[in-house]
Nanobody
């Protein structure tokens, strides 16, 4: 059974930091590219960062480049998103997914991030 369980969201002031975690089960995490998406109010879900399996190559949306860092721990079946210098436009629900589970339509419950003073 596929499970994607995101955590670590919350309310933070502009300029602050949060670290999101996503623990997965039900598929071979170490052989899967992993991604973080976000859905901001009134907008479609967008890809913000991804990390490949194996060597761990990373890519970021232009809007978060230099502020967010995606990483993974294959021993813990967990992918992380370190978010620094947060802005109000980073507000949204953050979801993790893998290359094949996203194609199969699996989504977790997400974790809410609110950036506000």
């Amino acid at each position: 059974q596929v499970q994607l369980v995101e955590s670590g969201g919350g309310l933070v002031q502009p300029g602050g930091s949060l670290r999101l975690s996503c623990k997965v089960s039900g598929f071979t995490f170490s052989a899967s590219d992993m991604m973080w998406y976000r859905q901001s109010p009134g907008k479609e879900r967008e890809l913000v960062a991804d990390i490949s399996y194996g060597v761990g190559l990373t890519n970021y949306a232009d809007s978060v480049k230099g502020r967010f860092t995606i990483s993974r721990d294959n021993a813990k079946n967990t992918v992380y998103l370190q978010m620094n210098s947060l802005k109000s436009e980073d507000t949204g629900v953050y979801y993790c997914n893998s290359d094949w589970t996203v194609s199969a339509g699996y989504w977790g419950q997400g974790t809410q991030v609110t950036v506000s003073s």
